[in-house]
């Protein structure tokens, strides 16, 4: 069975920074997991992803440079280290992760979910 449970989130002031944690219960380990974040009324959207097997991790565009993606495999822990955070970072934010395929920021090439953990920036 598997379990990706996320953790983190909260209420920040722009220019702050959160740590988002993903505890990850799997029998198999997975190639690739990822955060994926989600505004209503908009589609969801990949934040960074990163391979089990090693290799520099994908990034969105509009977080480069300020989040950082990470795993510890000890711990069976997906990581999301997001600074410099502005409010339009503001949405419910969602750990994922596949079997197989290759790098991806597309929530429909992800199979397994979290239940999200909200994340609130202010002006």
């Known amino acids: 069975q598997v379990q990706l449970v996320e953790s983190g989130g909260g209420s920040v002031q722009a220019g702050g920074s959160l740590r988002l944690s993903c505890a990850v219960s799997?029998?198999?380990?997975?190639?690739?997991m990822g955060w994926f974040r989600q505004t209503p009324g908009k589609e969801r959207e990949g934040v960074a992803t990163i391979s089990t097997r090693g290799g520099s991790p994908l990034y969105a565009f509009s977080v480069k440079g300020r989040f950082t993606i990470s795993q510890d495999n000890a711990k069976s822990t997906l990581y999301l280290q997001m600074n410099s955070l502005k409010p339009e970072d503001t949405a419910m934010y969602y750990c994922a992760a596949k079997y197989g395929g290759g790098w991806s920021l597309t929530s429909s090439d992800f199979t397994y979910w979290g239940q999200g953990t909200q994340v609130t920036v202010s002006s």
């Open positions: 799997s029998r198999y380990t997975f190639s690739f």
